[in-house]
């Protein structure tokens, strides 16, 4: 039985053992910034809300729209007088005494009705102005949720960069704990056969030690770091990821194309103010509107009885008379004087439009900034990490030598350990310097408005 038991469990244990690697893969997701940005696109809290504004303002047209259409209503009712209203005749009317004003009740107990009714406007400016104004309203939208995209793909690029670098600071520091490693077990071994100090060992140690400390600090960050980036795109926090590694390559500043300018009047930005100043232009003719005359066709047709007795719906003979009603008729509106109203709400459109413009040049001015500044530092990057990467290669041939002299008691361990210092240093600022170009060719991508080719 304790057998039995035995070979129950390890059956039990493998079976997990087998089950959670394969569950762990299956749910792994694999990241491009391609993918990265698209799977943002689709699941990103902002992007979705403003495709819904989109949606929306469809819905915005379609409420406007309904004013310039027929309105139909119907109406029913039942009504019971108990006591009828007196209405006083003349005196010449009564004939049992002549020249007493008679008080007659006129109707009867019971009125009920059945109606429909019809409005149509057959010229109102406000509602002419309104339908423009709610088309337009539409197309902001739409260049907002083209915004609202781009603002979400830099967001998301920069993210994505931050998790790569990161990556390739601990693979860094991985080769620098390997090459620490092996010269630990030659200077062990040269101790262990008495040609080594114990110290060496020691300062080695140590350094090992640093290394690991500071490994597990980068995974955190990495961590940190890929939750940051699941979040911006909309991924589930829990779901792994793998980030393919990213290539290092020398880059050349002449190989980028860098105009002197750039067409600032093709940016989103602007063209969200453009259609803002195009809604403040259609508020200003809404509100002038009131000041046109308004006609209406109006059609009013009902069904009434009239009754003594309860139930009404009986014929004639029952004592309920039933009747139609109908009319047709035009409403003429002409608006006159308002204290001065539609005048104040004009003044105070054309100082939001005032205000507005300021935007836009101010939007311009930016926009021809940042692509300045991202001109700049792009350069500057470029320079910097192709200095770094000799610099990798420099602090490579000096470790190589420092350790062979080392190898043949021509140079003392400190020695060895500042090479190796010196070539650890040279790969995390190449590291960071790549971040930093990274960084600033999402800048550039963005101020030359080209950050959908991102997804291409």
Not at 62 to 78: H, K, M, W, Y
Not at 263 to 291: G, W
């Amino acid at each position: 039985m304790i057998k039995d038991l035995f070979r129950k469990t390890v059956f039990s244990l493998l079976a997990i053992a087998v089950f959670i690697p394969a569950s762990q893969a299956q749910d792994t997701e694999t990241l491009t910034l391609k993918n990265a940005l698209n799977y943002a696109l689709a699941h990103y809290t902002d992007a979705r809300k403003a495709k819904l504004d989109v949606t929306n303002s469809q819905y915005q047209v379609d409420e406007v729209r309904a004013r310039a259409l027929p309105q139909i209503s119907g109406s029913g009712g039942l009504n019971y007088n108990p006591l009828l209203q007196m209405s006083a005749l003349p005196g010449e009317l009564n004939p049992v005494n002549p020249g007493q004003t008679l008080l007659v009740a006129f109707g009867q107990k019971w009125n009920a009705n059945v109606g429909v009714s019809l409005t149509q406007n057959l010229f109102d400016q406000s509602v002419f102005v309104g339908l423009k104004a709610a088309k337009t309203t539409k197309e902001f939208y739409q260049l907002n949720a083209q915004l609202t995209e781009e603002q979400v793909l830099e967001k998301v690029a920069t993210a994505y960069y931050q998790v790569l670098v990161q990556r390739q600071q601990i693979a860094t520091t991985d080769s620098n704990i390997q090459t620490t490693q092996k010269v630990r077990n030659v200077i062990q071994g040269q101790f262990e056969n008495g040609l080594g100090k114990k110290i060496d060992v020691d300062r080695l140690d140590v350094k090992l030690s640093n290394l690991q400390s500071q490994r597990q600090q980068q995974l955190n960050a990495v961590a940190q770091y890929e939750n940051q980036l699941k979040f911006f795109i909309g991924m589930p926090i829990g779901t792994a990821i793998t980030i393919p590694d990213m290539e290092n390559k020398t880059v050349d500043v002449f190989a980028i194309d860098l105009p002197d300018t750039i067409a600032t009047d093709t940016r989103t930005n602007v063209l969200v103010l453009e259609k803002q100043h195009e809604l403040l232009k259609q508020k200003r003719q809404s509100i002038l509107a009131e000041y046109y005359p308004s006609l209406s066709l109006t059609g009013n047709y009902s069904y009434q009885g009239l009754s003594n007795d309860f139930p009404i719906f009986k014929g004639a003979s029952q004592g309920a008379n039933w009747f139609d009603v109908s009319t047709v008729g035009l409403n003429l509106k002409v608006p006159i004087f308002n204290g001065n109203g539609t005048k104040a709400r004009t003044k105070q459109v054309d100082i939001e439009i005032g205000k507005l413009k300021e935007d836009m040049y101010a939007t311009t001015q930016n926009l021809n900034l940042d692509y300045d500044n991202a001109k700049t530092q792009i350069k500057n990057s470029i320079i910097i990490l192709n200095n770094q990467q000799k610099n990798i290669e420099l602090a490579q041939k000096v470790m190589d030598n420092t350790q062979n002299n080392y190898q043949q008691g021509l140079a003392t361990l400190t020695d060895l350990l500042d090479a190796q210092t010196a070539l650890y240093d040279a790969q995390n600022t190449y590291t960071v310097s790549l971040l930093d170009y990274r960084l600033a060719e999402v800048k550039l991508i963005k101020s030359k408005g080209q950050l959908r080719t991102l997804l291409n």
